[in-house]
């Protein structure tokens, strides 16, 4: 790996030195910061000035093709033994002025902790334009460190914004072949044509449109230019000549290069003259490297150069080691072409790693840190590849998973289940269910005389059964326990009187009238209670409920096995015999199962033992359902207006008919996912419970109204997986922490927002939204959305702890 330098040029100029001067070492996690000062050396100025007008003249004598026209007020009559005898001035200051004793602190600490054998990049950083152009190639550091090469950077800079694309195994080429009077740059066209492994796009003197349009339209990897091009603005703008007629400054296309560098563009390279305006100009859009010529190039130095350079980092050179390369061999043109190894120059955006001609191919390059610091960090955060992220996810999925079964999240998650039931519109009543209750005031009648059991004699109930079915309903659901004989009877010693026209057996002989049992069960009722006497098992429902560890009624039994001993021998529910009788008048018969009940096309399943939803430990048994709850109460009517012909006939025909005991004295009462929401939490009859199971049945086949279920237990896996992946890999490519929060927020939102859609699948109207109603794992799911982007985030921390400074020197 390579290390880099970064010389930071301070407060001050050639005229007056530099009072700090810091260079800072990069290498394997480990940061040096060393201090000096360079003096002031005016001289150097004027020399360089001298050299620079010196280099035109000899070149325009030597009659070489120069890409940049050569002002002949500048020209003056000098020998190549002059010129040689200034560049040799030239280097010389600049090796007195980089040994000046301020600066040895920096170069002895330098030395002392590089290799020889390193990779060094060495970046100066100013904004002086004149440093920029001085050939500080020629320092001797150079000579001892032949892997070392040299940049330019400004002072101010930031990490490039990037959208990553797709891999497409080519690199792509932006070639600009722009004015070429007086010099030939067809061979530059013929070597980016002999490149494998790229798509070469050319633009032959375009106009100021096609090239912005090429730019905005495409993704690029590397623009390049081929052509005239000068300074102006005493050389603080540097312009391009893309056609005969018209001219382009960087700041007339920029918002077109902003473009191409947000899409990827990473490297420019200015085969033409006096390009260090051009790389200034440029490097303020933060592209991350760019190739120049700091002075007038002939043609044939340009084309060798992007020969060689083009071969050795084709050919899997690091960047900095082919432009040294191919700089250096410029060297044996020298003869020809005085200083022709003095051109060429890179100017680097120190947030960025020099990109390699496989990431070029494969659509990589680190262009999004920064600082240097942050570069080192950021190749360390890159190291946490899309499998580590995945394997992440993968672990947190399985602890979630095994947190899940071991009941930690069950209670919240039955709490979100009732919030979520809570969203839901508010539906219509259904019309074919009416509650007859029996009230408090009825049971405390006088004509009652009841001690004891809270309920009415035998002779009432039967003159409400008869009642009832002279309005003709088809099922009658008697949702009383009537396992005792009647106290009003056993207390005046009567046998029944057969000769009355309204007895109680009668009329519970009647089918379709439904009496409830309740089945034993050792741990909460040992005795169980058993139906009423005469009754077949055919025309009995148990009413046995099942309450949650928060005490709320969610699930409904459909039909269980009952215990060899227990009073009550019926395999089926009260709701779904009733429902079973309502729906025979349709036609649509039950199919048992014992994994589930099914009436037409509709299938009830039962939530599976011990994985079900949220449900992890607690016991399902039997063919269990979730309660699909109307938050509307239903149609009802008191004992007294029956028995008082109040109630009119059109409310009972055809209707499932429940009768039940509402009296608050009367410990049969539940709480529901309802109950919370109440301004006074308030339990509801279990009468009306049994509406709802009843009313869920019949709306779900009749009209099409969702019924609630749950995911295969390897579909909760996927879709907790799913989430946390998403977490992850978000978490990974988002750059700032409160991105990364932020995104971690909207995904739990988001959801929040999927998991209630799916559970609040209930009807609009009389047209269901949904067929089935489903409930998602939420709370697992935003735990592991939440964990995944926690555990990624630490991974990249830690990797970016590793990778930052361990010591300081001064």
Not at 200 to 209: D, V
Request: net charge neutral; hydrophobic share 40%.
């Amino acid at each position: 790996m390579s290390k880099l330098v970064v010389f930071s040029l301070l407060g001050g100029d050639l005229n007056q030195g530099f009072p700090v001067v810091t260079a800072q070492l990069w290498h394997n996690n480990q940061f040096f910061k060393i201090t000096g000062s360079l003096p002031a050396i005016p001289e150097l100025s004027e020399l360089y000035k001298r050299w620079q007008l010196l280099y035109e003249a000899v070149h325009q004598r030597l009659g070489s093709n120069q890409r940049i026209k050569v002002h002949s007020q500048d020209i003056t009559n000098i020998s190549v033994n002059d010129f040689e005898q200034v560049c040799q001035q030239l280097q010389a200051n600049i090796n007195a002025w980089l040994k000046s004793e301020s600066f040895q602190n920096i170069e002895r600490q330098l030395r002392t902790l590089l290799s020889r054998d390193d990779e060094i990049r060495v970046i100066i950083e100013t904004n002086i334009a004149l440093l920029h152009r001085l050939p500080w190639h020629l320092w001797d550091f150079f000579e001892d460190y032949p892997k070392a090469e040299l940049a330019l950077s400004n002072h101010e800079y930031a990490s490039p914004q990037v959208v990553r694309k797709s891999p497409t195994d080519q690199v792509n080429i932006l070639a600009i072949l722009g004015n070429s009077f007086g010099i030939d740059i067809e061979k530059d066209r013929s070597l980016l044509q002999g490149l494998t492994d790229t798509q070469t796009t050319f633009l032959i003197e375009p106009t100021r449109k096609e090239l912005d349009e090429q730019l905005w339209n495409q993704d690029w990897d590397i623009l390049f230019f081929a052509g005239h091009s000068a300074s102006i603005a005493d050389g603080e703008i540097g312009e391009i000549y893309i056609n005969q007629s018209e001219s382009l400054t960087i700041s007339q296309f920029k918002n077109a290069l902003k473009a191409a560098i947000t899409r990827g563009l990473k490297l420019a390279i200015f085969n033409s003259c006096d390009g260090i305006s051009l790389a200034r100009n440029l490097a303020d859009l933060n592209i991350p490297q760019i190739i120049v010529m700091r002075e007038g190039v002939p043609d044939l130095v340009a084309q060798e150069f992007l020969k060689n350079f083009l071969v050795a980092f084709a050919g899997g050179k690091p960047f900095y080691l082919a432009v040294r390369e191919a700089r250096e061999r410029l060297q044996g043109l020298e003869n020809d072409f005085p200083c022709a190894s003095w051109l060429p120059v890179i100017c680097q955006n120190p947030t960025t790693v020099p990109v390699t001609w496989q990431e070029l191919r494969s659509g990589w390059g680190d262009t999004e840190t920064g600082s240097e610091v942050s570069t080192k960090s950021r190749i360390s955060t890159r190291r946490c590849k899309l499998w580590t992220v995945l394997l992440s996810t993968v672990i947190v999925t399985l602890s979630t998973i095994g947190l899940r079964y071991f009941g930690l999240f069950e209670k919240l998650e039955l709490q979100i289940f009732d919030q979520m039931l809570l969203l839901r519109p508010k539906e219509e009543l259904d019309p074919r269910l009416l509650v007859v209750e029996i009230t408090e005031k009825d049971i405390q009648s006088p004509q009652e005389m009841i001690t004891g059991v809270k309920s009415i004699s035998d002779s009432t109930l039967a003159k409400l059964l008869n009642k009832l079915q002279k309005h003709q309903p088809r099922v009658i659901g008697l949702d009383i326990y009537r396992d005792f004989a009647d106290p009003l009877r056993l207390r005046s010693g009567q046998a029944p009187n057969k000769s009355k026209p309204i007895q109680l057996p009668t009329e519970l002989s009647k089918e379709n009238v439904v009496v409830v049992c309740k089945g034993r069960d050792r741990k909460h009722d040992p005795q169980g209670v058993k139906p009423p006497l005469g009754v077949p098992e055919e025309r009995q429902g148990f009413t046995d409920a099942i309450q949650d560890p928060d005490g709320i009624v969610r699930r409904q039994i459909l039909m269980m096995a009952q215990e060899p001993s227990s009073p009550c021998t019926t395999p089926h529910s009260l709701s779904l015999q009733l429902a079973a009788r309502y729906l025979s008048y349709e036609n649509i018969k039950p199919d048992f199962n014992e994994d589930y009940v099914q009436f037409g096309s509709k299938v009830f399943k039962r939530l599976k033992p011990g994985r079900s939803g949220g449900y992890q430990q607690t016991v399902v048994g039997g063919i269990q359902i979730l309660v699909n709850y109307r938050d509307v109460d239903y149609e009802r009517v008191s004992l007294e207006d029956v028995l008082s012909d109040k109630v009119n006939s059109d409310w009972l025909k055809d209707k499932v008919v429940l009768i039940g005991v509402t009296a608050n004295t009367v410990s049969d009462t539940w709480s529901t996912p309802y109950s919370a929401a109440q301004q006074n939490y308030q339990k509801i009859p279990g009468v009306f419970i049994q509406a709802q199971m009843v009313s869920q049945i019949l709306s779900a086949v009749l009209d099409k109204r969702p019924i609630l279920g749950v995911l295969p237990f390897w579909c909760d896996i996927l879709w907790i997986w799913g989430w946390s992946s998403v977490s992850g890999l978000i978490v990974w490519r988002f750059r700032s922490h409160s991105d990364k929060g932020c995104a971690i927020f909207v995904i739990v939102i988001i959801l929040y927002g999927v998991c209630a859609i799916a559970l609040c699948a209930a009807p609009f109207g009389s047209i269901a939204i949904f067929k089935q109603a489903v409930w998602l794992p939420f709370i697992p799911s935003a735990f592991a959305v939440v964990t995944s982007g926690v555990v990624v985030l630490f991974i990249q921390r830690r990797r970016e702890f590793s990778s930052t400074p361990q010591f300081l020197v001064e």
